[in-house]
C-alpha cells in the first residue's frame, strides 16, 4: 500500500474506533468517582481495565489518519495549533463568565487565565484537556514524522518498535529494585508513551494486520487486563488507566480492539456518521458533569454500572443537543462555534448539580 495514497472512502471502522474511544474517556472518569469513594473496590478496578483504551485509541486513529496524508506542512500544523490554543482559551472565558453570571460576582472572571494553565496542569473542569496538549506536541512533531513515515516506512515501523519496548521496559521497572515511576510527571509530558500510539496508528495503516479472531483476542486480553489491574494495582498503589498504558496485555487489548473494529464490515449510520462530531461536546462536557453529580455516585447495588452509565447518557444526550442547535455554520465546526453552544448547557448542569447536593443532604442529613 502507498503510504502517500489518499482515502478514497470513508473508513467506518476507524468511527466504531472513536466511539469506544469516547465512551471509555466518560466511563474511566465517571470510575475515578468511585475509586475516590472506594466504592465496590474490586468491581470498580475490573470496569475501570475494561476502559483502558480510551486515549491510546485516539492517538491510534490520528497517526492512523494523518500520518502519509498530503499537504502536511508547518501551515497545516499551526493552523490545527491555533484551532486547539483558541478552543481551550474560548473554553476557559465562557465557563467563567457563565459562573460570574450564576454567582453575580464578575471577579470569577480573574480565574480564566489560571483556568487556561490547568489545562495543561491537569486541574479543574478542563483537566481532560492535557490531550489536547499533547496532540498539539504530535502536530509539531507531524512533518518529520510523515517525511520519515512515507520515505522509509520500514525502518519507521522499527523505530516504533523499539519505542514499544521502551514503553515496555518503563512499566516494567515499576516492579523492580529500581521501582521506576513516571506518576510524578504531568501527562502532557509523557510523550514516549503518546508518540508511539500515534505512529502505532500509521504502521497499522501502511502495514495491515492479517485477518486473525481479533474480538475475541480482545475479549481475552479484556479478562487478562482485568486480572493485571486487580493484583498490580495495590503493587504500585496507582489506579490510573494510563500507568498500564506500557503493560504488554494493554498493548495487546489496544491493539485487538483496533484492528477488530477497522477489519470487521459496518453499515454506516447516522451514529457512525457524527462520531467525529461528537467527540469534543462530549469531551468538554463529560468532566464538568462528573464534578457537578458527583454526589449521586452511590446509586444502589451495581453504582459501577447504573454511575457511569448516567454520565454517558446525559453527556451524549447533551452533545447531541448541541449537534442539533440552528447555529449558523453548522455545529459540524465545532472548533469554531462549539464552544458558545456548549456552554449554554451548563445552566442545565448546574441545575442539576443543585439537586444531586439536595438529594445527598437528604440522604445524610447529619453530613
Given at each position: ?6 482515502y ?7 468511527d ?19 475509586v ?17 483504551g480510551?486515549?491510546p ?92 513515515y ?10 516504533v ?9 518503563l ?14 510527571l ?5 510523550m514516549?508513551?503518546?508518540?508511539f ?19 475475541w ?31 504488554p496485555i494493554?498493548?495487546l ?5 483496533f ?5 470487521r ?6 451514529v ?6 461528537l ?13 457537578n ?6 446509586l ?27 447555529l ?9 462555534l462549539?464552544?458558545i ?27
Amino acid at each position: 500500500m502507498d503510504v502517500s495514497e489518499p482515502y478514497t472512502q470513508r473508513i467506518v471502522g476507524l468511527d466504531v474506533v472513536k466511539i469506544i474511544a469516547m465512551l471509555s474517556v466518560v466511563v474511566s472518569h465517571a470510575l475515578n468517582v468511585l475509586v475516590f469513594y472506594r466504592q465496590d473496590p474490586a468491581m470498580t478496578t475490573i470496569c475501570h481495565s475494561l476502559t483502558a483504551g480510551g486515549v491510546p485509541l485516539f492517538f491510534m486513529v490520528s497517526g492512523y489518519l494523518l500520518l502519509g496524508r498530503k499537504g502536511t506542512t508547518y501551515k497545516y500544523v499551526a493552523h490545527k495549533i491555533w484551532a486547539i490554543v483558541r478552543y481551550i482559551a474560548v473554553c476557559c472565558i465562557l465557563y467563567w463568565g457563565i459562573m460570574a453570571l450564576i454567582h453575580w460576582d464578575y471577579t470569577q472572571i480573574k480565574h480564566c487565565a489560571d483556568e487556561f494553565i490547568n489545562t495543561f496542569l491537569l486541574r479543574g473542569p478542563f483537566t481532560p484537556f492535557w490531550f489536547l496538549w499533547s496532540m498539539s506536541a504530535i502536530y509539531l512533531l507531524l512533518p518529520l514524522n510523515h517525511c520519515f513515515y512515507t520515505r522509509h516506512t520500514r525502518a519507521f515501523a522499527w523505530s516504533v518498535a523499539i519505542l514499544g519496548v521502551f514503553c515496555i521496559l518503563l512499566f516494567a521497572a515499576q516492579f523492580t529494585d529500581l521501582r521506576y515511576s513516571d506518576r510524578s510527571l504531568l501527562q502532557p509530558l509523557k510523550m514516549w508513551k503518546w508518540l508511539f500510539f500515534f505512529a502505532l496508528g500509521g504502521v497499522l495503516r501502511a502495514y495491515p494486520t492479517p485477518h486473525l479472531h481479533w474480538g475475541w483476542i480482545a475479549i481475552c486480553a479484556a479478562v487478562l487486563n482485568a486480572a493485571q489491574r486487580y493484583y498490580l494495582e495495590p503493587v504500585i498503589h496507582d489506579t490510573s488507566n494510563l500507568t498500564f498504558a506500557g503493560s504488554p496485555i494493554s498493548l495487546l487489548f489496544y491493539l485487538a480492539v483496533f484492528c477488530w473494529a477497522v477489519q470487521r464490515k459496518w453499515s454506516e449510520n447516522y451514529v457512525l456518521r457524527n462520531a467525529g462530531v461528537l467527540f469534543m461536546p462530549v469531551y468538554t462536557i463529560h468532566y464538568i458533569i462528573i464534578q457537578n453529580l458527583s454526589p449521586l455516585h452511590n446509586l444502589g447495588f451495581g453504582s459501577y454500572i447504573t454511575y457511569p452509565l448516567l454520565i454517558c447518557v446525559l453527556s451524549v444526550a447533551a452533545s447531541l443537543i448541541l449537534l442539533h442547535l440552528p447555529l449558523k455554520g453548522g455545529m459540524a465546526r465545532f472548533f469554531k462555534l462549539g464552544p458558545i453552544a456548549t456552554y449554554s448547557i451548563i445552566l442545565i448542569v448546574l441545575t442539576l448539580h443543585r439537586q444531586a447536593i439536595q438529594i445527598h443532604e437528604s440522604r445524610h442529613p447529619c453530613g
